[in-house]
């Protein structure tokens, strides 16, 4: 979201509360995004609104990612290096995002366990990587790959909203969702992980890229129950109309 990279564009040397002024600024804009669209479209639901905000946070996350990377021959380089300042802004985006998610989710009564891991995962490992303004390359490259499904995602449910079940647009997007998140998640995924341990990080962000790790494997078991539950609905159906 290009409003939110402009608002946090600040000049001088990163320090703690440079950072603190990125973040706080994003909530703002996040928030003010949500009450928009909650006027723009009154008779939507209240998790219709943060799921568009939501994809205009993965969408603008995903852009800031590719914006921060240097070298595409070698798009993961270096490890355990210094952040930069474009890589400390789309953290920084994505943390005040994660900040605003998660009072949305707690106001309207959605606190699922797997939800909470993960916005506890997300907040104290980015707000860990930016105090330490170290591993931004390992922290963007995850940023990316974890965001990258998230606007499926979240079609999925807008669908449903405006009426549209059990079509073939539906399933369409059902699998275009898990391959995408298949293919981020648990074939690059457990290689960032990797990387991101065995190099000279801190513990604590060793801790939590495992932890989203795990938390990204919980997720791909259950959306392989789910395509395999669309799939097995699908093929009875065809059978009757072709009997008919």
């Given amino acids: 979201m290009a409003a939110v990279a402009a608002a946090m564009e600040a000049p001088g040397v990163v320090n703690g509360s440079t950072v ?45 990612a590719c ?61 860990a990587g930016l105090a330490y303004q170290r591993c931004g390359t390992e922290m963007v490259a995850t940023l990316f790959i974890t965001e990258m499904s998230s606007p499926l995602l979240h079609l999925r449910e807008i669908l449903k909203e405006f009426g549209v079940r059990d079509t073939d647009l539906n399933l369409l997007v059902d699998v275009l969702f898990a391959a995408t998140f298949s293919a981020a998640r648990m074939g690059v995924g457990p290689y960032l992980t990797y990387v991101t341990v065995t190099a000279d990080n801190p513990i604590l962000i060793k801790a939590m890229a495992t932890g989203l790790q795990l938390v990204s494997a919980y997720w791909f078991l259950r959306i392989l129950r789910m395509v395999r539950h669309k799939l097995g609905k699908k093929k009875p159906a065809k059978l009757a109309a072709a009997n008919n």
């Fill in 67 to 127: 914006l921060s990377v240097d070298d595409w021959s070698c798009p993961v380089c270096p490890l355990a290096a210094a952040s930069s300042p474009r890589q400390m802004k789309a953290l920084a985006v994505t943390l005040s995002y994660m900040v605003y998610d998660a009072a949305c989710c707690h106001l309207n009564g959605d606190v699922r366990l797997d939800n909470t891991v993960h916005h506890l995962v997300s907040i104290v490992g980015i707000g």
């Fill in 20 to 64: 603190a002024s990125w973040v706080a600024s994003g909530v703002v804009v996040w928030s003010t995004a949500f009450l928009l669209v909650r006027a723009l479209f009154p008779k939507r639901s209240y998790d219709f609104c943060n799921r568009a905000v939501s994809t205009m946070h993965a969408v603008a996350a995903v852009c800031l």
